[in-house]
């Protein structure tokens, strides 16, 4: 299986500060690779797909970046909706995996 | 809109077997995949399997002999079946509606299920 290392796992930040998430894959999976966000009670959004695409409705302060094995989330200018869970996930090869993720708190 | 809901019991018990239901709306399941995720408590997300919009199934080679992914097209419902369940299975089962092949663009919010007796 793809084994997906994320990092941090905890980082604090303050509204209108960039902050950077890291995915790192085992094998290179091209640019198969999404970012989700969580946030309490609510259910996992799909943020980017394909390395750097942003979904729908995702807003352009978000932006992923990478290919191979080192992908990039950063998210410029944080707003206050943005604290919460992070995750990556590679589809390049079943079983889809996950990266353990990060949670990004106010500090 | 595009809306997923788990359903299905909280507890089961040990070696026997869980029955979780995905009822879906704003979407066919004839045009999308469905899939099944679970995350243990304080562990990360693990995807368990798909039914594609065709009725055809991939799985977790981990799983996959305990495991059984079904539909019922005409209720929007897909099925989730595992049997043997042990304390490890513990946890919050997630279905997913699969974006093309580039990861899952909406989700459920989850049913928690534990393994006890």
């Known amino acids: 299986d793809v084994q997906m290392t994320q990092s941090p796992s905890y980082l604090a930040a303050s509204p209108g500060e960039s902050v950077s998430i890291s995915c790192k894959a085992s094998k290179s999976i091209s640019n198969y690779l999404a970012w989700y966000q969580q946030k309490p009670g609510e259910a996992y959004k799909l943020l980017i797909y394909s390395g750097s695409t942003l979904q729908s409705g995702t807003p352009s302060r978000f932006s992923g970046s990478g290919s191979g094995t080192d992908f990039t989330l950063t998210i410029r200018s944080l707003e206050p909706e943005d604290f919460g869970l992070y995750y990556c996930?590679?589809?390049?090869?079943?079983?889809?995996?996950f990266g353990a993720g990060t949670k990004l708190e106010l500090k | 809109q595009v809306q997923l809901k788990e359903s299905g019991p909280g507890l089961v018990q040990p070696s026997e077997t869980l029955s979780l239901t995905c009822t879906v709306s704003g979407f066919s399941l004839t045009s999308y995949g469905v899939n099944w995720v679970r995350q243990p408590p304080g562990k990360g997300l693990e995807w368990m399997g798909t039914?594609?919009?065709?009725?055809?199934?991939d799985y977790n080679s981990a799983l996959k002999s305990r495991l059984s992914i079904s539909r019922d097209t005409s209720k929007s419902q897909v099925f989730l079946k595992m049997n043997s369940l042990q304390t490890e299975d513990t946890a919050i089962y997630l279905c997913a509606r699969d974006h093309y092949y580039s990861g899952f663009d909406y989700w459920g919010q989850g049913v928690m299920v534990t393994v006890s007796s």
């Open positions: 996930q590679q589809y390049y090869e079943k079983p889809n995996t």
């Open positions: 039914i594609w919009n065709d009725g055809s199934t």
